[in-house]
């Protein structure tokens, strides 16, 4: 079956790797450490008890049946990782997964090392 990485957030990005999930993809959704994660998860209303330590409705809605990782992707001032360790278990997944869907604003996943041109060169198959 097709693996699918996913770092989207808020709804746009989410409700698409929903669809590709409800098409029988395997889904990963990424969170990245210190960047708090996906904001949905602050939407209102709640599930559960319905307060700050339940999901979203609309996070669990649109992420429901997704496999789910939090990983530091960061890099220091000097351009090195924060986090070696996740950054080796993000392109692991990178190297297996079939495609590559993210939502972040214009020159974060370059930020991260992770841009096009990076991506592409190491990972066409994406």
């Known amino acids: 079956g097709t693996c699918v990485v996913d770092l989207t957030r808020i709804v746009a990005g989410p409700h698409c790797t929903k669809i590709l999930r409800d098409l029988g993809a395997r889904v990963i959704k990424v969170e990245l ?6 904001m949905l998860r ?9 307060d700050l330590t339940s999901d979203s409705a609309y996070f669990a809605q649109l992420n429901q049946g997704k496999e789910s990782i939090v990983l530091d992707l960061a890099l220091d001032a000097e351009k090195k990782p924060k ?3 996740d950054r080796v278990l993000f392109e692991n997944m990178l ?23 990076a991506v592409h060169g190491r990972y066409p198959h994406l």
């Open 33 to 38: 450490k210190g960047d708090g994660g996906d």
């Open 42 to 50: 602050f939407f209102q209303p709640r599930v559960g008890k319905g």
């Open 83 to 85: 986090c070696p360790e």
């Open 95 to 117: 190297q297996r997964a079939d495609v590559l869907v993210e939502n972040f604003r214009c020159g974060k996943m370059d930020r991260l090392g992770y841009g096009w041109d």
